[in-house]
């Protein structure tokens, strides 16, 4: 094999491996999904609406990832605790009545058929409509259109008050699924905001768009740039402390809504 062609052929990244364990946590047992991904460069547990999940780096051995959960059992019990006083609305289920989370309420959901996969919201509350033939795919590409459509109106309607004083607008906005950020604001001046922003109050949303626009001042989170948040926004603080108490249960409610409800839940 030339020099050359060694240089041109790039090796297959290692596939992540998956596989689930039993813990014990005082009086009940849970499975924990052990995960080891090649990307990972340190032992992590987090925990969800699914569950727990244990990510191992590559050279981590199987001792190490079990001597990491037992060091971790009492933050696990901690952490499954508020999940359990989490009071999430069951996930959305193909033509089934249920709720709809959206700007801080819970809307009564029916179905109607229709033309076209679309959400609407009316006095009663939310309708989908979907074609005889619309599966799961559709209905989850409808749900996640609509909820980009009320967020692309909230920020429409906020962003004219805030230009005033501020260098240049963003640049793009892109609505998407964020793990743990709220928004972000790249260097470039494009705006990333979290689609779970729409299904909280209104005013909390308002905060992350006003913080962002505030980066285009002060690429940083020095006094100067809370200075310039408390000048836009004079209560942040309520809706930063909104955020530590609400943020992980509006993060999974997008979730149960977004995917199908075999995979948003074990």
């Given at each position: 094999?030339?020099?050359?062609?060694?240089?041109?052929?790039?090796?297959?990244?290692?596939?992540?491996?998956?596989?689930?364990?039993?813990?014990?946590?005082?009086?009940s047992?849970?499975?924990?999904l052990?995960?080891?991904?090649?990307?990972?460069?340190?032992?992590?547990?987090?925990?969800?609406?699914?569950?727990?999940?244990?990510?191992?780096?590559?050279?981590?051995?199987?001792?190490?990832?079990?001597?990491?959960?037992?060091?971790?059992r009492q933050?696990?019990v901690?952490?499954?605790?508020?999940?359990?006083?989490?009071?999430?609305?069951a996930?959305?289920?193909?033509?089934?009545?249920?709720?709809?989370?959206?700007?801080?309420?819970?809307?009564?959901?029916?179905?109607?058929?229709?033309?076209?996969?679309?959400?609407?919201?009316?006095?009663?509350?939310?309708?989908?409509?979907?074609?005889?033939?619309?599966?799961?795919?559709?209905?989850?590409?409808?749900?996640?259109?609509f909820?980009?459509?009320?967020?692309?109106?909230?920020?429409?309607?906020w962003?004219?008050?805030?230009?005033?004083?501020?260098?240049?607008?963003?640049?793009?906005?892109?609505?998407?699924?964020?793990?743990?950020?709220?928004?972000?604001?790249?260097?470039?001046g494009?705006?990333?905001?979290?689609?779970?922003?729409?299904?909280?109050?209104?005013?909390?949303?308002?905060?992350?768009?006003?913080?962002?626009?505030?980066?285009?001042?002060?690429?940083?989170?020095?006094?100067?740039?809370?200075?310039e948040?408390?000048?836009?926004?004079?209560?942040?603080?309520?809706?930063?402390?909104?955020?530590?108490?609400?943020?992980?249960?509006?993060?999974?409610?997008l979730?149960?809504?977004?995917?199908?409800?075999?995979?948003?839940?074990?």
């Amino acid at each position: 094999m030339s020099s050359l062609f060694r240089r041109l052929v790039v090796p297959a990244a290692p596939a992540i491996q998956r596989d689930t364990v039993r813990l014990r946590l005082e009086e009940s047992e849970i499975d924990v999904l052990r995960v080891r991904d090649p990307r990972a460069r340190r032992l992590k547990l987090s925990v969800d609406e699914r569950g727990v999940r244990l990510t191992l780096p590559p050279r981590a051995s199987l001792v190490a990832g079990e001597r990491f959960l037992q060091a971790n059992r009492q933050w696990l019990v901690q952490q499954l605790a508020h999940y359990c006083r989490d009071e999430l609305p069951a996930p959305v289920r193909l033509n089934q009545p249920g709720l709809l989370p959206l700007r801080g309420a819970l809307l009564p959901l029916r179905w109607q058929p229709g033309r076209f996969a679309q959400v609407v919201v009316d006095t009663d509350g939310a309708c989908v409509q979907l074609p005889p033939q619309a599966g799961e795919p559709a209905l989850r590409r409808a749900l996640r259109e609509f909820y980009e459509a009320q967020m692309r109106a909230d920020v429409g309607r906020w962003l004219p008050r805030y230009l005033p004083g501020l260098p240049r607008a963003p640049s793009r906005l892109r609505l998407k699924v964020m793990s743990s950020q709220w928004g972000s604001l790249a260097p470039d001046g494009s705006m990333a905001l979290d689609l779970a922003l729409v299904l909280g109050r209104p005013s909390a949303f308002e905060y992350v768009l006003v913080h962002e626009l505030c980066h285009l001042l002060q690429a940083n989170h020095s006094p100067a740039f809370w200075a310039e948040v408390e000048t836009r926004f004079p209560d942040w603080r309520a809706e930063r402390a909104y955020f530590r108490s609400q943020g992980r249960g509006l993060k999974s409610m997008l979730r149960q809504v977004l995917q199908p409800p075999s995979v948003a839940t074990r």
